[in-house]
């Protein structure tokens, strides 16, 4: 078994232990830990708990890797492997009930930078919706046993995703990027939870996403999917706070890169 295999295959096991202890705590009232860059911006006893379960997991069976996480940060390893982790993306779905929340998780080799790392494998999966997205490098993207690709032609216009951060000053240029995709848009969604959004773009659900100041463990495991499902992802302006990313089949993804790149 390949490499890539191997870590897709521990990925989706660990993914679905922890998305059923998300799903628990979901069931039993979410309890508020802390706010992070706003009082919008939550963390909940849940991301803690379900962090914690993915790197004991990781911990007993690939010692030697590293691990980059949203809650607990980041923790060498000798092996050029690290564990890119959002335990609970899509955090305030979560305490909201709104069941667009995913447990992410991504096996990378190399600096734990989007900009260098070689992505190998990932999992997210959305307990509440009942779905696991996985894929491994070079084996393509997966869902129920079924390959996913990216959607290769609109002529109804993209129906595309976004997000906002949450930062209220950021939200007037968020607002005006909207504006400039829109001509090219047959509709636009706003779930709340990147990983899910890409998943969504790999499956065909979604023909385009692009977002500004995504974090490493908000895209790592969903740029892969979209990869491995025949899509392009790629970031832009990434010296800036807030970088860009835009995920979509190629046309889609070259029309929203037009766009997106030009200096307004």
């Known amino acids: 078994m390949s490499l890539a295999l191997e870590l897709g295959e521990l990925a989706a096991e660990i993914a679905r232990e922890a998305g059923e202890l998300a799903r628990t705590r979901r069931q ?29 997991r990781l911990r007993a069976s690939r010692a030697d890797d590293g691990f980059l996480g949203e809650e607990s940060g980041a923790e060498g390893g000798a092996s050029g492997i ?40 990932a999992a997210v999966n959305a307990p509440a919706l009942g779905e696991i997205f996985t894929a491994a490098r070079g084996h393509g993207a997966w869902s ?87 899509g392009i992802v790629s970031r832009i302006d990434v010296d800036s706070p807030r970088p860009m990313l835009i995920a979509g089949g190629p046309d889609v993804h070259a029309r929203l890169r037009v766009i997106l790149d030009a200096k307004h």
């Open 28 to 56: 039993e009232g979410v309890r508020l830990a802390a706010t992070k860059s706003s009082l919008a911006d939550i963390v909940t006893e849940a991301d803690r708990e379900v962090e914690a379960l993915i790197r004991e």
């Open 82 to 121: 690290t564990w890119v982790v959002d335990p609970i993306d899509g955090t305030v779905n979560y305490a909201y009930g709104i069941p667009a929340y995913n447990v992410s998780i991504a096996a990378v080799r190399g600096e734990p930078d989007p900009e260098s790392w070689e992505a190998l494998a």
């Open 144 to 230: 129920d046993g079924i390959r996913l690709a990216v959607t290769e032609e609109t002529p109804a216009g993209a129906l595309l995703a976004t997000g906002f951060g949450y930062d209220p000053a950021t939200h007037d240029g968020d607002l005006a990027t909207v504006g400039r995709v829109m001509p090219m848009a047959r509709d636009l969604r706003r779930m709340g939870s990147a990983a899910l959004d890409l998943a969504y773009v790999a499956a065909g659900r979604l023909d385009g996403y692009f977002e500004r100041g995504l974090k490493p463990w908000d895209h790592a495991a969903g740029a892969l999917l979209v990869a491995e499902a025949g």
